[in-house]
Structure formats: C-alpha cells, structure tokens
T-cell receptor, first 113, second 116 residues
Framework: KQEVTQIPAALSVPEGENLVLNCSFT??????LQWFRQDPGKGLTSLLL?????REQTSGRLNASLDKSSGRSTLYIAASQPGDSATYLC????????????FGQGTRLTINP | DAGVIQSPRHEVTEMGQEVTLRCKPI?????LFWYRQTMMRGLELLIY????????DSGMPEDRFSAKMPNASFSTLKIQPSEPRDSAVYFC??????????????FGPGTRLTVL
C-alpha cells in the first residue's frame, strides 16, 4: 500500500530565504506526482505535476524534483515571500492506481516578514 | 473555464438530516472525484467516476453515503442520515485523460459541513 510522508509538518522561515519541502513515498511504481498548495479555508491549487519519466518541473520561483528510485520529491521555493504562507501537499498516482491520488499530510509553511 | 464549482460552500445541519453536496466539474473532464478532509485523517478519497460511471467507491465510509453523476456536468454526494462525525470539508475534483493532461487533478473550493 502506497504511503506518502511529508516532513516537517510545519516550517517557519524569514522572508527572502530559499527553502525546500520534502515528500517521500514507499512504492516507486508511480505514474505522476503532484504538488498542491492549500490556503486556510480554501481548496487545493495545483502547483506542479511531474510525470514519472521526468526529473523536475519549474514554475516561476517553484521547482519540483523527483527521484523515483529513492521514493523522494522536493519542492524548492526561491526567495520566499509572506504570500507563500500556506500548506503544501504532495500526492502520488500509482501506476496501477487508475487516477487515484494518495496524499501526504502536508507541510504548513509560514514566511515571516 | 470557471474551474470546479461546488455548492453550498457551507452547510450546517442537525444530526439525522439529509445533506446533499453538489459539484460541477471542468467542462471536458472525464474523471470526477469526491474527497473528504479532516484534521485527523487528512484528505481521503471517497469515490470517483469515469465518464459518469462510478469506478471505485471503496472509500465511502458507510451506507449512509451515496454519490451520483447523472451527466457529465453534475454530481452529488448525499449523506442520509447525517452524524456529527461526518463534519468535515468535502472536496470535488476533476481531471482529463486527454493528450497532454497527465491526469492532473483540479479541485473545487470545498463544502464545509457541520453536523450538530
């Protein structure tokens, strides 16, 4: 059974710092991995999707990497801003998962001005 | 496109009442998912549909929960009778298997359900 873990559960950093969020998964037979952002009381916003054949994806100040063999993904945020404060979730779709996503518990990120 | 639309955004009801949550997926998407989010259990997949047909309902907690998708642009999740432990945020999401989509899921804003 696929399990997704995100550590730490919470992270607080000063504005302007570069930071890395971690995601690990137990079964490397995945189709893709998605990173989402969730603001308090809101839905999930898709940030980046990495296909299993890719190593990384970039969008603006965000860069997500995937190391399928070690069961790890990282989300790198450059030059953090207070507006980046949110909970970040990663989710994997297994090769045999038929579209089902397995989510981590998320990392709650706070950027201090 | 307006994205995934859910209604109502908030619902407060009393134990034993019937609750119906509604979802309109993104036009052209062929998959629709219902999730539940709580502090204790995080995000859980309840059921999903492909081309309006339920594919996997193994996440539905019990017979009090039912979901339908009568057409490609509308789905409902019904709880009858509701119980306080059903209090959660319920999300609907949709995705496309079209070329270049890679099954990316897009979420609605959610319905916050409180059962008193």
């Amino acid at each position: 059974k696929q399990e997704v873990t995100q550590i730490p559960a919470a992270l607080s950093v000063p504005e302007g710092e570069n930071l890395v969020l971690n995601c690990s998964f137990t079964d490397s037979a995945i189709y893709n991995l998605q990173w989402f952002r969730q603001d308090p009381g809101k839905g999930l916003t898709s940030l980046l999707l990495i296909q299993s054949s890719q190593r990384e994806q970039t969008s603006g100040r965000l860069n997500a990497s995937l190391d399928k063999s070690s069961g790890r993904s990282t989300l790198y945020i450059a030059a953090s801003q207070p507006g980046d404060s949110a909970t970040y979730l990663c989710a994997v779709e297994n090769l045999q998962g038929a579209q089902k996503l397995v989510f981590g518990q998320g990392t709650r990120l706070t950027i201090n001005p | 496109d307006a994205g995934v639309i859910q209604s109502p955004r908030h619902e407060v009801t009393e134990m034993g009442q019937e609750v119906t949550l509604r979802c309109k997926p993104i036009s052209g998407h062929d998959y629709l998912f219902w999730y539940r989010q709580t502090m204790m259990r995080g995000l859980e997949l309840l059921i999903y549909f492909n081309n309006n047909v339920p594919i996997d309902d193994s996440g539905m907690p019990e017979d009090r929960f039912s979901a339908k998708m009568p057409n490609a642009s509308f789905s409902t999740l019904k709880i009858q009778p509701s119980e306080p432990r059903d209090s959660a945020v319920y999300f609907c999401a949709s995705s496309s298997t079209g070329l270049g989509s890679y099954n990316e899921q897009f979420f609605g804003p959610g319905t916050r359900l409180t059962v008193l």
